[in-house]
């Protein structure tokens, strides 16, 4: 195995530190031909199919991509926005907002967006990195609940990564935050903002995405995860058992996943009456093609259809003031001991906060 080249060293350069936010990534365009590669890359991770891979090599080439492909670019061209994919959007404001929280907390840190499938690659991130100088790197992981089947996707192709590099950076790597109270408390925020413009649902559902059965009977933590955050949040939120449901989306395949699952849950609810149901999405920290199209739409068309009377949809945290607040808390946590920057005081703090939420109030103001 060989080393990649290195950048021309030069002694007395001032090493940097960097986050780099990791999502799990999106097509580069709502067309077949895009969506089937960035299936085909994200299809073929034995983190996320832990099938025997001469056998899934023949079902996904043959049978997945050939057919999903189209009806999966359908389905990205109805959530689409003139401004691309709305995972790597809001994505990217995240960064941005995150780096000048940061800069006004007086830390010097440079955020950058990376992608495990698509673009921008996170390997191509990580060579840009160390190409800038950056000999710290701090890896954030969009996931808030840890799998193997994502956060582990993640530190894999680090890890691999830097196999192949000579004069590799002092790492960090977040492996969770799902009980963190700073990402309770933004999600706390949005179920509060959207109830007090329509009013409470008789039943708030709490969907988070599946993973298959097997991963939990073999040690994987992201079941139990999911459910601490959402007794947290609906602790948070004064809510009694009877008035919440946790349920999980997206199951792909015949294999028997972590249940119960969302769209026949909220058939049922429909079936029996229920009035009215919010579904959110705590799992997700940016909207995105599981949130949009499967639920704002799908989901949300299985419950009326079913006799449910009305649904609503509260978005993910996107750039919500308290979800960027909480990230740069994380970040300041992680990097400890590293040199950022100096200290603010508490009051400095809610000032910095308190800037970087009017500059994204007028950045609101002008889309609109």
């Excluded at 649902?201 to 097997?214: A, E």
């Amino acid at each position: 195995m060989g080393f990649n080249p290195e950048p021309s060293h030069r002694h007395g350069n001032v090493s940097r530190t960097a986050v780099v936010l990791a999502n799990l990534g999106t097509p580069d365009a709502p067309t077949p031909a895009a969506v089937k590669v960035y299936l085909k890359q994200f299809l073929s991770d034995p983190r996320v199919v832990e099938i025997p891979r001469l056998i899934w090599w023949i079902i996904l080439n043959g049978i997945i991509l050939p057919f999903r492909s189209r009806q999966s670019a359908e389905k990205y061209a109805s959530i689409w926005t003139e401004h691309g994919s709305p995972l790597k959007v809001h994505t990217e404001r995240q960064a941005a907002l995150l780096q000048s929280l940061l800069s006004a907390r007086g830390r010097d840190v440079h955020v950058a967006v990376a992608m495990r499938y698509g673009n921008p690659a996170l390997p191509d991130v990580l060579e840009r990195l160390k190409a800038e100088g950056c000999d710290r790197i701090l890896v954030l992981p969009a996931y808030p609940q840890y799998s193997g089947t994502t956060t582990a996707s993640i530190f894999d192709t680090v890890f691999s990564h830097y196999t192949r590099v000579r004069n590799a950076p002092e790492l960090r790597l977040i492996k969770h935050y799902h009980d963190e109270s700073g990402y309770i408390q933004a999600l706390a925020a949005t179920v509060r903002a959207h109830w007090e413009q329509y009013g409470r649902p008789d039943k708030l559902v709490m969907s988070f995405h599946g993973v298959p059965k097997r991963t939990l009977l073999l040690g994987d933590p992201y079941h139990c995860e999911c459910y601490k955050t959402a007794r947290l949040l609906s602790e948070a939120l004064g809510l009694s058992k009877e008035e919440y449901l946790v349920t999980f989306q997206s199951r792909f395949g015949k294999a028997e996943w972590l249940q119960p699952y969302t769209a026949p849950t909220l058939q049922a609810l429909g079936q029996q009456g229920l009035a009215r149901v919010d579904v959110m999405c705590p799992g997700f920290v940016s909207d995105c093609l599981e949130t949009l199209e499967e639920i704002a739409m799908e989901a949300k068309e299985d419950f009326l259809h079913a006799g449910g009377k009305e649904f609503h949809y509260i978005p993910c945290l996107n750039e919500l003031p308290q979800w960027i607040e909480a990230m740069a808390d994380l970040v300041e946590k992680h990097t400890g001991g590293w040199p950022t920057g100096g200290e603010l005081n508490g009051r400095q703090h809610r000032q910095a906060d308190a800037l970087v939420g009017r500059q994204r109030a007028l950045e609101l103001g002008a889309a609109d």
